[in-house]
């Protein structure tokens, strides 16, 4: 069974920056991507970015430019490096995996972001 565990969040001022963490309990090299998606309250969870197999990066438009999406396959984490935060990117962020099928998901990380 897979599991994804989420790190990093927390409490930015606006133009902060933070990283995400999220650690799988095996190998991450299988996966034919993995992906962060965030939900504010009340809104509908969304792709922030992804990264397929071999290591192409996707963002959506919220986060291009400012955030950076990446994998370390020795450590099997995954990683969301975001600058210039703003309060419109507070929200819960998952991390995100699939394989053979299968969506894997973690329990998501607070990121709040004052003004």
């Known amino acids: 069974q897979v599991q994804l565990v989420e790190s990093g969040g927390g409490l930015v001022q606006a133009g902060g920056s933070l990283r995400l963490s999220c650690a799988a309990s095996?190998?991450?090299?299988?996966?034919?991507?993995m992906g962060w998606y965030r939900q504010a309250p009340g809104k509908q969870r969304d792709l922030v970015a992804q990264?397929?197999?071999?290591?192409?990066?996707y963002y959506a438009a919220s986060g291009a430019g400012r955030f950076t999406i990446s994998r370390d396959n020795a450590k099997n984490t995954l990683y969301l490096q975001m600058n210039s935060l703003k309060p419109e990117d507070t929200a819960v962020y998952y991390c995100?995996?699939?394989?053979?099928?299968?969506?894997?998901w973690g329990q998501g990380t607070q990121v709040a972001v004052s003004s």
């Open positions: 990264i397929l197999g071999g290591g192409t990066p």
């Open positions: 995100q995996a699939y394989r053979s099928g299968r969506h894997y």
């Open positions: 095996g190998s991450i090299f299988s996966f034919d991507f």
